[in-house]
């Protein structure tokens, strides 16, 4: 059973900056396609930005888009959310998910992910 682990998560001023990792120690991630979802408090899990297990495709919410930048190192078996320009409304849970069908055509949705990690907080706030 693929198991995501994620990590950088913490404590930013607005303006800010953070890089979440997702890894999968024991298994390889070149075959599955990421995505990257948040759920703030009393909100709806939402599609971030995906990659596709090639990296060759990717894609994001409008509303990260310019400050988000998704990136995926198969050498190390790990895929990045570098996130610039944070904002309060960025404060969330964020998680990732792997698929092996999802070819990251449009920005993801939840249901068509498989395997999720645990989360790791973002909190935007001065």
């Known amino acids: 059973q693929l198991q995501l682990v994620e990590s950088g998560g913490g404590l930013v001023q607005p303006g800010g900056s953070l890089r979440l990792s997702c890894a999968a120690p024991?298994?390889?991630?070149?075959?599955?396609?990421i995505g990257w979802f948040r759920q703030a408090p009393g909100k709806e899990r939402e599609g971030v930005s995906c990659?596709?297990?090639?990296?060759?495709?990717?894609n994001y919410a409008d509303s990260v888009k310019g400050r988000f930048t998704i990136s995926r190192d198969n050498a190390k078996n790990t895929v990045y959310l570098q996130m610039n320009s944070l904002k309060p409304e960025d404060t969330a849970v964020y998680y990732c998910?792997?698929?092996?069908?999802?070819?990251?055509?449009?920005?993801?949705?939840?249901?068509?992910?498989?395997?999720w990690g645990q989360g790791t907080q973002v909190t935007v706030s001065s």
């Open positions: 024991g298994f390889t991630l070149d075959y599955y396609a």
């Open positions: 998910a792997a698929d092996r069908v999802v070819r990251c055509n449009y920005y993801p949705r939840a249901y068509e992910y498989d395997y």
């Open positions: 990659i596709s297990s090639s990296g060759g495709s990717t």
